[in-house]
Nanobody, 120 residues
């Protein structure tokens, strides 16, 4: 059974930091790129950060570049998102996603999300 379980969300003041974790099971973790998405109240879900299957390539949405860092530990089937200099506009539910493209077929697995609230 495929599972992605996020943790680490919570309430933080502007300028603060949080680290999100996502632990996966039920599939070959090292075969998948990993992503963090977020969905703010009243907005569409957006892709925040991506890391390839072996952790050598990362990509970020412009609004978080220089503040967020995605990294993974394949031996622990885990991916992380270190978030620094958090701002109220970072408030959202953050979702972990495992993604693989094979012969033109995309496979996605999603977690249930963890809420990050940035407020004073």
């Amino acid at each position: 059974q495929v599972q992605l379980v996020e943790s680490g969300g919570g309430l933080v003041q502007p300028g603060g930091s949080l680290m999100l974790s996502c632990t996966a099971s039920g599939f070959v973790f090292s075969d998948f790129a990993m992503q963090w998405h977020r969905q703010a109240p009243g907005k569409e879900r957006e892709l925040v950060a991506t890391i390839n299957n072996i952790g050598l390539h990362t990509d970020y949405v412009d609004s978080v570049k220089g503040r967020f860092t995605i990294f993974r530990e394949n031996g622990k089937n885990s991916v992380f998102l270190q978030m620094n200099s958090l701002q109220p506009e970072d408030t959202a539910v953050y979702y972990c996603c495992a993604a693989k493209l094979n012969a033109g077929v995309r496979t996605d697995y999603w977690g249930k999300g963890t809420l990050v609230t940035v407020s004073s």
